[in-house]
């Protein structure tokens, strides 16, 4: 089964500094990744995704994110925090569960980002 | 074009009475997935619905159940409630192309609080 970890629940940083959210992944195959956001009260919203196409990917909001094969990972970086962007973020990897179409998401724990003004 | 809607966005019911939460996807998405967020569980998968079966089915006991209807829209029912029912529900739905990778798109969620 694939799993991901989200090695730090909480991530505080000052507004204008790198932000770094770190991602460690588990597949047997080559997998899907995803980072979502989640700000309070709503659902999830999606920063960007790995499909294979580029290593280094880019999302929304200046986000974005390298897939290391040989370190499994996936980690979400910003080079400057803005206060918006404190939020809760999200790992996931896709679960293909053998049925055609068929998928669903291994979320991580999660990581609530604090921006520092 | 409209996205997910779920509704109602908040309820709250007494132990042992029964709740059914409904999803409306994105027109044109045939895929409806189901996934419960609890502080201490995290976001799990629930069930996915296409076509109007179910495909794919997470580790919760048989008190939860859903379906889905010929326009896609999808209800998730729970029975018998317990404390730990509390959580946000989230609904997500995807245009489910044969092969290859199917996004999710995610709704605000249903807020269940189980007195």
Known sequence: ?117 | KAGVTQTPRYLIKTRGQQVTLSCSPISGHRSVSWYQQTPGQGLQFLFEYFSETQRNKGNFPGRFSGRQFSNSRSEMNVSTLELGDSALYLCASSLNLAGGLNEQFFGPGTRLTVL
């Open chain 1, 1 to 117: 089964a694939q799993s991901v970890t989200q090695l730090g629940s909480h991530v505080s940083v000052s507004e204008g500094a790198l932000v770094l959210l770190r991602c460690n992944y588990s597949s047997s195959v080559p997998p899907y990744l995803f980072w979502y956001v989640q700000y309070p009260n709503q659902g999830l919203q999606l920063l960007l995704k790995y499909t294979s196409a580029a290593t280094l990917v880019k999302g929304i909001n200046g986000f974005e994110a390298e897939f290391k094969k040989s370190e499994t990972s996936f980690h979400l970086t910003k080079p400057s925090a803005h206060m918006s962007d404190a939020a809760e973020y999200f790992c996931a990897v896709s679960d293909h569960a053998g049925v055609q179409g068929a998928q669903k998401l291994v979320f991580g724990q999660g990581t609530r980002l604090t921006i520092n003004p």
